[in-house]
């Protein structure tokens, strides 16, 4: 009885004191969402990815990428792209956060896929910022910079700097591998691992702790300044030597 009694108030008391988080669980998206979200998709989408988004030759299937998908895409200007290109560059955002909810709510509703994730899932507070960056220089950094600063792919294509990139969309992009970066699922990179990237990629940008960034490209500016700048100024020195021991 005793022990009981005991469970009893312990359970009493952590579900009164326990934290908790008004973000832990994403919106659900209602009927009204998802019709409103089918309007949008037929006047803005639907030319490239077909009336039911099941793809054409211009663009692929939408059937099973999930509200993550679209939220990054349009949440990042991509689409409904400019212009036909080697990959899709973001640009100033065509809609507003309600119509790319419920753009989102709408490609969802057509098959099971990753969702939005939520506001503590991408928390870079609550990241390590240490495992973060072994983690991105093990999976990321080969194409985007040891610090994120982005970097030239094959064939026109090209890895975007990340430090303007929301922690949201950084989680998304992670989520569904858009362009020519891979997906890296809960099975690669789990949710937490995911957040200690963004906590590693959120400490980056402006910080230049070493004094001049030189754009942040790591040996190959590195390199540049030492030969243009240092090979140079040794030069002119042993032409200006020269001289006046003449």
């Not at 312990?10 to 998802?34: F, N, Q």
């Not at 949008?40 to 989408?45: G, K």
């Not at 990428?65 to 973001?90: E, K, L, S």
């Amino acid at each position: 009885m005793l022990l009981l009694l005991a469970l009893l108030l312990t359970g009493g008391l952590y579900a009164v004191l326990a934290p908790t988080s008004a973000d832990a669980a994403p919106k659900t998206a209602t009927a009204d969402d998802v019709a409103t979200g089918e309007k949008l998709f037929q006047a803005n989408c639907a030319t490239c990815h077909g009336p039911s988004a099941g793809g054409t030759e211009d663009a692929p299937s939408l059937i099973g990428v999930g509200a993550a998908a679209v939220d990054f895409q349009v949440g990042t200007g991509r689409m409904p792209m400019q212009m036909n290109g080697p990959q899709a560059q973001a640009k100033p955002v065509q809609f507003d956060d309600e119509q790319i909810e419920q753009l989102a709510a709408y490609v969802a509703s057509l098959g099971a896929g990753p969702a939005i994730p939520t506001d503590d899932m991408v928390d870079p507070a609550q990241g390590d910022v240490a495992n973060g960056m072994a983690l991105f220089r093990t999976n990321c950094a080969m194409c985007h910079n040891a610090v994120g600063a982005g970097g030239a792919l094959s064939q026109g294509k090209f890895a975007p700097n990340l430090w303007e990139t929301s922690p949201r969309h950084l989680y998304e992009a992670m989520q569904t591998g858009p362009q020519s970066m891979p997906v890296f699922n809960d099975a690669t990179i789990t949710p937490e691992e995911k957040r200690d990237i963004i906590a590693f990629i959120n400490e980056q940008g402006d910080v230049s702790p070493g004094g001049l960034d030189l754009g942040s490209l790591g040996p190959v500016s590195e390199g540049l300044w030492a030969w243009v700048v240092g090979l140079g100024l040794l030069i002119g020195l042993s032409v200006w030597i020269g001289a006046k021991s003449s």
